[in-house]
């Protein structure tokens, strides 16, 4: 009997990030006003600057939120995580499989999971966020806002049953933060700032100097790569993001083999997964496959890129990646000697980089006689999977006396992101992505700022 599509698409938890309204960040009361620099400031920060009265000479704007603007509300989708997970041979934690594995290495685990999705953006912004510059340095404000991040596992147990609740396979509260350009040193672009805490035990500031890209149409989303990489024994070079790292090379296993049953994988056996289209050897290969799935048949009027990335680039710098201990898993060979394999950790978590693809879709939503304001509707899907949004019927809606379509349009978030996990001399690319699409929360999107989307110039 094979796994519907409906089965593997679980209800996911709205984790709030709810932020009241006055909750003003700002400079400390003792300096309630930062001063706008005088005109031959170059980076649009602050001084102590003030008329023969005393008077500030103003507070300039803080930087554009940009694309950032769009992250706002609760989103909610579907998508497919990669993990090479390091394989315990402690009697007390042994994975059992439930087939005799016949592939050679024993030191990782391939986990496959399709997942479902949330992500909750506050509306309340982080204004006016003081950081202080040192004698001819200026200071700069930040903005941003806080976000949750809820991921629960899709597959089935080995029985075929379904676990309910579904588990939460990853949790990440954090903040997205928007960072001014700035000429005196530091030298550095305005940025994109994601700032994230794990669970597991890691902590990424993971950094965008790039300006974001806006094309017409649909994205142009390149291909990933989850074969592990060899260290070597000179150094790691960094990890450019959604860049092919051709000084490393590269090292393929069994498990990725999607036909083979016998391997160190979960699930092991992926014949239901095959047959409906959900993990197939296509996928195993570049998972951004699911990414390029989601976009068909979607009526997509433009998109906008960006890259975060915990390495920063030539002529920047900051950011990174911070793991309690496990995670490095090795004292160097400190207190005793270690084996270079050992000395790469427990799954060091070294590098981040995630892309992300904001699209304006538009969509046709059929109206009815029957409904009423307080309900919500949506356009219609095309499978169980499918990140479909919601939006809420307001009074500036009027409902028609017969059947009627309306023209609406949204804001699609997908990403896909790559964390690089150090051990056993290798490093192991855990990519995950994901297709995500506003839902109502708080009596928001209405429908009538939907309909008026659509009408707006692209920006």
């Known amino acids: 009997m094979g796994i519907s599509l409906e089965d593997l698409a679980p209800a996911v938890p709205v984790v709030s990030i709810k932020v009241p309204e006055g909750f003003s960040y ?12 005088d005109e031959t400031s170059k980076n649009g920060g602050y001084s102590d600057v003030t008329d023969e009265n005393g008077n500030g000479l103003g507070i300039p704007p803080p930087p554009p939120l940009d694309v950032l603007d769009k992250f706002t509300g609760t989103f909610k989708g579907f998508g497919f995580n990669t993990i090479f997970r390091p394989l315990s041979r402690n009697p007390k934690t042994i994975t059992k499989f439930p087939k005799p594995p016949t592939d050679k290495s024993a030191s990782n685990l391939l986990q496959l999971n399709l997942t479902g999705e949330t992500q909750v953006f506050s509306d309340v912004l982080l204004e006016h966020v003081p950081n202080r510059g040192l004698f001819d340095q200026a200071d700069i404000d930040l903005i941003g806002r806080p976000y949750t991040q809820s991921i629960v596992d899709a597959m089935p147990n080995e029985d075929g049953t379904f676990p309910d609740p579904p588990p939460v396979i990853h949790f990440e509260p954090g903040l997205w933060m ?56 000179l150094g790691i070079p960094p990890i450019k993001p959604q860049e092919t790292v051709t000084e490393l090379e590269k090292k393929r296993f069994e498990n990725q083999d999607a036909d083979k ?49 915990t390495n920063a680039p030539r002529g920047a710098f900051g950011g ?4 309690i201990g496990f995670n ?91 964390v690089m996990l150090d ?28 309909i008026k989307y659509v009408k707006e110039s692209s920006r």
């Open 178 to 233: 928007r960072v001014p350009q700035v000429e005196e040193m530091p030298e550095l672009a305005a940025s994109f700032c994601r700032m994230g805490s794990i669970p597991h035990g890691t902590t990424i500031n993971a950094q965008g100097f790039q300006a974001a890209r806006t094309s017409k149409g649909a994205p142009d989303i390149d291909p990933t790569d989850i074969t592990p990489l060899v260290i070597p024994q």
């Open 328 to 418: 490095i898993g090795s004292d160097e060979g400190k207190q005793g000697d270690a084996s270079r394999e050992k000395k790469s950790g427990n799954a060091n978590a070294v590098d981040v980089s995630a892309q992300y693809w904001v699209s304006k879709i538009r969509a046709e939503v059929e109206l009815h006689p029957s409904m009423r304001v307080g309900q919500t509707v949506s356009p219609a899907s095309r499978g169980p999977r499918d990140a479909v949004p919601e939006f809420f019927i307001d009074k500036d809606v009027e409902i028609p006396s017969s059947k009627k379509s309306v023209t609406v349009a949204y804001d699609q978030i997908q990403y896909s992101q790559m």
């Open 320 to 323: 990174g990646t911070s793991n």
């Open 261 to 309: 049953d016998t391997t160190r994988r979960l699930p092991q056996d992926l014949s239901k997964f095959i047959a409906n289209g959900t993990i197939t050897q296509q996928i195993i290969n570049d998972p951004n496959t699911i990414l390029r799935q989601a976009n068909e048949g979607k009526d997509i009027i433009q998109n906008t890129m960006f890259i975060v990335s």
């Open 26 to 37: 700002g400079p400390t009361a003792l300096q309630p006003t930062l001063q706008e620099y």
């Open 423 to 450: 051990f056993n001399g290798l490093k192991w690319p855990h990519v995950t992505v994901a297709t995500l699409a506003p839902i109502v929360s708080l009596e928001k999107p209405t429908l009538s700022s939907a």
